[in-house]
Each structure stands twice: as structure tokens, then as C-alpha cells.
């Protein structure tokens, strides 16, 4: 396992290493007229934004077709659930974002959805809740 960590920070970039230890990116979005970078979020606000991504995540792993989530129950959840994921990745870096300012600059979901996708993406998400989940599943079958 060392040497697997050895082996990954040797083969990136050392502006990477620096910018990650830093918690500095070059991934910017624009949204309300302010520019944001992607950072990684704190890990209280990592297990929340997780929480709020779950309505997204539960059906793809569930797979099962008697399972009660629908259509309305996911835009239920999301329509309530984008606006604070956006929040927390703002916040960390522009303290005078609200949830009121980012509802009202987003004007619809898919918006919250596409930024909320960018903090997906860069940190992995969903990948590593899958390979969790794999292994998990491997532990409690051995």
C-alpha cells in the first residue's frame, strides 16, 4: 500500500500535489456573476453533500425494479437537496453565499445540477462509493 502511495504521488505533477495540498484548483465555474473554484470540500461537508447526493445514488446501486423511489420522490428530493449541496461548495470560499442567493441566481435545478456534477466528478463520487461498495459486499460475503 506504500508503495502504491509512493508510486501515485511520483507519477503526478508536482503543481497537482501542491494545488491538492493546498486545496487549490485550476476548475473554475461561473455562476451568479462570481467565479468559483472546485476544491474539495471538508470532511464534515463531504459526508453532507454524500447525504444529499444519496436520492441520485440509492437507485443506481438498489437496481431493484420493486424499489419505491420514482421520478417525482428523486426531483422531490434533489429540488430540495441541490440548493445545499451548492451551498457548501460556495460557502468555503465566498462567506456571503446563502442558500436564498443561490436559489434565486440558479432560477431552475438542472443548474444546481450542473455544478453540483462538477464537485461529483472532481472528487470521484461516485466511483469511490462504488468500489466501497464492492468491497463491502466482498467482506460480507468472505
Do not use: H
Request: hydrophobic share 45%; aromatic share 10%.
Amino acid at each position: 500500500m506504500v508503495e502504491d502511495i509512493q508510486k501515485t504521488l511520483t507519477e503526478m505533477p508536482k503543481t497537482t500535489i501542491v494545488m491538492a495540498a493546498k486545496n487549490d484548483s485550476v476548475e473554475e465555474y461561473e455562476f451568479g456573476g462570481k467565479k468559483f473554484k472546485i476544491l474539495d470540500l471538508t470532511y464534515d461537508n463531504y459526508i453532507e453533500f454524500l447525504q444529499l447526493l444519496a436520492p441520485v445514488i440509492e437507485p443506481i446501486f438498489k437496481q431493484d425494479p420493486n424499489s419505491d423511489m420514482d421520478i417525482k420522490s428523486l426531483i422531490t428530493g434533489l429540488g430540495k437537496s441541490l440548493p445545499r449541496m451548492v451551498f457548501l461548495m460556495m460557502y468555503q470560499q465566498d462567506k456571503e453565499v446563502t442558500m436564498d442567493w443561490i436559489k434565486e441566481q440558479a432560477k431552475t435545478p438542472y443548474v444546481l445540477a450542473e455544478v453540483a456534477m462538477k464537485q461529483v466528478a472532481k472528487n470521484k463520487m461516485i466511483a469511490e462509493f462504488a468500489d466501497f461498495f464492492v468491497l463491502m459486499m466482498k467482506m460480507i460475503r468472505e
